[in-house]
Nanobody, 120 residues
Framework: QVQLVESGGGLVQPGGSLGLSCAASGSIFSIDTMGWYRQAPGKERELVASITRGGSTNYADSVKGRFTISRDNAKNTVYLQMNSLKPEDTAVYYC??????????????WGRGTQVTVSS
């Protein structure tokens, strides 16, 4: 009954920028940490960035200084602003949320992913 829907993926040239958005909806009581993961072909899924409800952030070393994660708690939405994109950033990006549903059970919810391709 809870769903996360990503948007904003696409094709961008190296050095360009792209913004991702993920909105959580459904039978949600509260959301703790939200984040973004990515998975490139032949590689394991890795954490890109995360943000707590209070705004504390964590970034993978490979994206520090280039990506910015933010959230709007009133909208149950998390964002990822990606600047200075590199070809190695090409991957499927997945939204994640650690949440309590209205039945007070804890869940780790995932979006279906959005493709980000960085190529000239």
């Amino acid at each position: 009954q809870v769903q996360l829907v990503e948007s904003g993926g696409g094709l961008v040239q190296p050095g360009g920028s792209l913004g991702l958005s993920c909105a959580a909806s459904g039978s949600i009581f509260s959301i703790d940490t939200m984040g973004w993961y990515r998975q490139a072909p032949g590689k394991e899924r890795e954490l890109v960035a995360s943000i707590t409800r209070g705004g504390s952030t964590n970034y993978a070393d490979s994206v520090k200084g280039r990506f910015t994660i933010s959230r709007d708690n009133a909208k149950n939405t998390v964002y990822l602003q990606m600047n200075s994109l590199k070809p190695e950033d090409t991957a499927v990006y997945y939204c994640n949320a650690d949440l309590l549903a209205v039945d007070y059970r804890a869940y780790r919810s995932w979006g279906r992913g959005t493709q980000v391709t960085v190529s000239s």
